[in-house]
């Protein structure tokens, strides 16, 4: 079965910055949803100045994944939006958050915590080394990815212990980061991948896009009735009463 995706995106440094423009003009979630068609993933987009941030009941149904970069706006992020898709990723929907996502309103509600760090623009040299070989998000990626300019982010991340720690970055000015960090929730798997500042060409790296569409893969729903909740009849005799 075909794996939906629903890539998320504020869609204002490209309408308002003519660098992010001109590197990005289908948009950042327009770049994304290319590679992962080629990918073979039923994809569609959806931009935070839609009716209902394009995210309505009808397409959180629809989505088995949902893909989220933001940045600028997380404040104008409705609560109702947030609450549907939190609610969506602990009934099973996957959830990719990219690069300054971290701040994202979802993703904070997801981990309970500011999930601050460090950071820097100054054209750096990142290498992000794979921690878990054998893991999924991983298959057909080297020892490591390295991005000739990145944007830094760097430790203390405040988020919860990964699950699972999938990439460490190395930056050019000597930082360190958690930039590929698995959890599950409920009953959805959450991955955050750091790189993406969008001044750079990074969603056009091969294996950049590897790792995004590993992920999907990955986060999928499991195609199985979700658990039951609540008050429970026994399914034996108790005390040996009928």
Known sequence: MTTKVTVWNEYRHERNDPVVG???????????????????????????????????????RDTDVLVWWGHLAHGE???????KVKERVLG????IVLHSGHHSKIFRALMGTSCDLL?????????????????PIVEGIGAYIELEKEEMYGEHFDVPAPDE???????????????????VRGNGKIFYFRPGHETYPTYYHKDIQRVIA?????ARPVRRSRPAYGNAKPLERIGGKA
């Open 77 to 83: 992020v409705g609560e109702e939006t947030v609450r």
């Open 22 to 60: 001109a590197l990005y003009p289908n948009g950042i979630h327009g770049a994304i949803a290319s590679f992962l068609t080629e990918a073979g993933f039923e994809t569609r987009t959806a931009t935070l100045d839609e009716p209902e941030h394009g995210l309505t009941d009808d397409v959180l």
């Open 165 to 183: 720690l999938i990439f460490a970055s190395w930056f050019e000015g000597g930082e360190v980061f958690r930039s590929g960090c698995a959890y």
């Open 214 to 218: 590993n992920a999907a893969t990955w």
């Open 92 to 95: 099973g929907m996957g959830l």
């Open 119 to 135: 950071w820097r623009e100054a054209n750096e040299k990142e290498r992000l080394w794979v921690v878990s070989p054998g893991h």
